[in-house]
């Protein structure tokens, strides 16, 4: 990987040579953070003693000149470059988040330096698209014949406004049946570029989603309910967050038990068990299920007829229901068997 960091080295120096005026050359190093630190128009002005508007027009020109010089090849050192940019991109769907882009180019956390010169070499590159951060997107870097910014920009509203209008998360291979890319890889990263979605254990979604980007303990929880898609210990609530891809995962069991105890989303229905209320549980003691088994029936139940029905909503021994059912304040046995509601009455 450090070959790679040659590479584009040499390629950032080869194209900084075509700019002939110091003070020029400045401006780009500057501007794109070629030396680690990127710097506003305002900075660089006051540096160099000329207005923001003049860095401005001066950078535009610089630029213009240095695409016109990369398009007739006339920077022998970029192609190499270019080469591995655009193997690196074509394995991760040929576009990227710089960061992920940098990362893999260089094997490792990539610093601000590095980043900037892949940055500036897309920017120059008529191989390569850029695509600006802003409160939508990330920084991006395209193979040029994904499309050039605004093209780009669009296939990831497009990608955006189909799960929005869906109205819960989609799988990639549902994205995929939805639209026409070659491949599912290529729907991945474009979304990635997307600062308006999160993606979570295989499904995308809006980033405002706790169920793909949960972003506190409940929501947590929440989200390794909803995939287990059964009732769990808060014990192993805890152990499948800790194993989790939550960015955030170092949460004590205790915070997690005081969360479930909490939120009306989560129902206890055993020694330590919880269940979504979403799943049709209740709130309540395992006398008030009885008392509401027995509403539901409107007529006198067996034992086992009761046992049976508060089982399908509370994980307790078959012997807590019966002793809870010689209740006399609440239940009142008719016959050897069967049971009813107590009436106020009696």
């Known amino acids: 990987m450090e070959q790679n960091a040659d590479i584009i080295a040499q390629a950032i120096n080869g194209s900084l040579k075509i700019i002939e005026q110091d003070r020029e050359r ?3 190093e500057k501007r794109f953070g070629l030396d680690g630190q990127k710097e506003t128009l305002e900075q660089i002005g006051e540096t160099l003693s000329v207005t ?3 860095v401005r027009q001066l950078e535009k020109v610089i630029l213009v000149r240095l695409r ?3 398009k007739a090849n006339n920077i022998p050192e970029l192609a190499s470059a270019e080469k591995i940019i655009i193997r690196n991109l074509a394995e991760i769907g040929r576009v990227a988040k710089v960061n992920i882009l940098a990362d893999k180019i260089y094997g490792r956390k990539a610093s601000n330096k590095e980043k900037a010169a892949l940055v500036f070499l897309g920017d120059i590159s008529p191989s390569l698209t850029i695509v600006s951060e802003n409160d939508k997107y990330n920084n991006a870097i395209a193979i040029a014949d994904v499309g050039d910014e605004k093209q780009i920009r669009q296939k990831i509203d497009e990608i955006v406004s189909m799960i929005k209008s869906n109205k819960a998360p989609l799988s990639l291979e549902q994205l995929d049946e939805r639209l026409n890319y070659e491949h599912p890889s290529q729907i991945s990263a474009i979304a990635s570029v997307s600062k308006l979605l999160a993606t979570l254990n ?3 979604g809006l980033s405002k989603w706790p169920t793909v980007n949960p972003k506190n303990i409940r929501d947590k929880i929440y989200v ?5 898609k059964e009732p769990m210990h808060f014990n192993d609530i805890s152990t499948a967050i800790a194993e989790s891809n939550f960015k955030r995962k170092n949460v004590t069991t205790q915070a997690i038990h005081n969360e479930l105890i909490k939120d009306p989303r989560f129902v206890l229905i055993g020694r330590g068990i919880y269940a979504l209320d ?3 549980y209740k709130k309540g003691t395992v006398s008030e299920i009885i008392t509401n088994v027995l509403k539901s029936a ?11 029905e508060v089982l399908k909503s509370r994980k307790v021994k078959e012997t807590t229901i019966l002793l809870n059912l010689q209740n006399k304040k609440y239940f009142e046995r008719v016959d050897k068997n069967s049971y009813t509601l107590r009436t106020p009455s009696k």
Do not use: C, F, M
């Open 68 to 70: 016109i010089t990369a």
């Open 26 to 28: 400045q401006i780009v």
């Open 52 to 54: 923001r508007e003049r």
């Open 278 to 280: 979403s799943w049709g």
């Open 298 to 308: 409107g007529r006198p139940l067996s034992r086992e007829e009761i046992v049976a």
């Open 202 to 204: 295989g499904l995308w």
């Open 224 to 228: 390794i309910l909803e995939n287990k």
